[in-house]
């Protein structure tokens, strides 16, 4: 890249710093450069909560109650039911939502007229029969990711949210409502880290999964996770948020996977490996290598993308970019504000359920921030009051029979940042590939049209 | 009373019927109704720079002779409703500081009531004479229109028509104060000037 040139790339970059006010003092170069979305960029900070949905939850899990937990910050969320069939479950959901009613029941909470949008949070193998009968009930739906467990599972799904474009369907890939990847989408595909060769993705968390419970009966039923038949792995289960990110950024599909899988330390009779490794191949691009294991903690989670004149490191919502000695220079580098990434030293300390202060290398410094689960939900529910108001006045001003006119006019509405039912089938379709290849140990080719439904 | 007499009176009962629903001046009206395919656009400057809004709902009908629009003096009647919170810039703080600037809640449509469609030079070219509704307020304007025939036909196989115009607008007149207010680029006062264009699609309703 020539120095000389000011590309529109460069331009965009510097003009981008420069209005986000990230003066600081000068530091070396050797440091990394926080790359950090400005709150303005995300359309659903900037719009006043005015309509509310009126919502459910099926599934109360531990994932469902932190659902639960971060739509009780949404004032557009009126929680009207909390659905699971394990009552003990619901009642403890119950008090994250209390005008809630709790029921065993999914068909009923799909009868009740009231109810506009469903969260499905149950585990993956219940999706399916959910969902399609959720979206014909005319309910907008978030469904949790991975959508499916088996490919069969994943295209009637998939085919049931394309038929209701009436509806929202909302894949619960939470990355593609976080301002922070709107921003670093289009500023790693301008190119500032030269020619990409590698990417990397690793989560790391020492823990079980295997959970008990006072029911025999229960004790099968809540280990999904563990069940080599009802289980995706950390491929599907984590992964998928993490690879999903990486296929956004770097603009392509990979074409093969290959993986590896081990009990390296949970022996307790589980089929459903503790820890992995994908190597995930692009046309005439980077490789991705994701590994993640459940044995132990070390470095978190994280994503790298490597290039011949600088490298982005991403964690969680902040990312930094590391610009190689020799690489040609924007000029903006010398004012950006840089923090010293080296071994991991930061202390997290979780103030309250919207705020993370993060202090790194000592530092200290503060950054305040909403979960990208907080975006995908907010986003969610302002997209159905969005749809909810579109599908109205296009009744009332045309012929709601008109189905062609009815659906050209929604695809003209822009809807707030979310994962489409297609990203959902995509990501969906490269877990299931991945978990084949490290169940098997070998090559599972990714035929061109695979994440595409036909 | 004579069969004559009867048959006469039932005549023209059945033809008063028939005007009663028809519910027009003339006997053989066409009406079209409102189709997808519209759209609405309202231009405006700031102290910082222009903006526009644009929507793809246009509401309403319209009665006309069958001749129309080549031939035809009677006026036509029509009605046409646009719902404000359709109108969207898509810069959520701009469309949010419009929709309560119109007072949206109170006054949720702009309305339009044709009172007479005056003929021009070409064909298909007419000044159209109208009340305009916004925020409550309701103005009777002159604007360019263009109509013509579309070579689609609806679904049922019914003609369709394009009417097509603008026209120049102030905020004021209709009770809107300019909008002064503070985004994030700045602190931003709206021009009183506005521009509104359109595109009507109509199809015979069948």
Redesign the interface.
Known sequence: MNPEVQSPATDFTRRDFLRGGSLAAMMTLLGGIPLRAEE?AN?AA???PVIKIKTAIIGCGVWGREILTTLQRLPQAEMVAICDTYESAAKRAGKLAPSAKPTADFQSVLADKDIQAVIVATPTHQHKDIVTAALKAGKHVYCEAPLAHTLDDAKVIAKAAQEAFKQIFQPGLQQRSDPQNWFLVPFIRSAPLGKSVMATGHWNKKTSWRLDSPNPDRVKEINWRLDKALSLGLVGEIGIHQIDRMVWLMGNQPVAVRGYGAIGFWQDGREVPDTIEAFFEFPDGPFLTYTATLASSFQGEGEVLQGSDASVLMRGSRAWMFKEVDAPLFGWEVYARKESIGEETGIVLRADASKQKVAVGGTGVQAPETTSLQYALENFLGNCGEIN??VE??V????PN?RK??A??LK?I?LRHAATWQDGYAATVLAIKANESILKRGQVELPKGLFELA | MNTTLRTRTLGLFAGACALAATGSLFAQAVTY?????SKVKIEGTSSIHDWDVNG?????TMEVDPKFPDAGTVKPAVVV?I?V??L?S?Q??MD?VMQETMEMPKFPTIEYKLTELKPKGGKGEFDAVGDLTIHGKTVSTTMPVTIEKLATKT?AGGAMLKISGKTPLKMTTFGIKPVDVNL?VGHITTGDDLKLSFEWVVGEKK
């Open positions: 303005a359309p900037d719009a006043k108001a579109a006045d296009f009332a001003a045309y012929d008109d006119g009815f050209e006019v003209g822009k | 109704t409102a189709q997808p395919g793809s709902i246009i509401g309403g409703k719902p919170r359709t969207k898509y959520k703080k949010e679904e994030v």
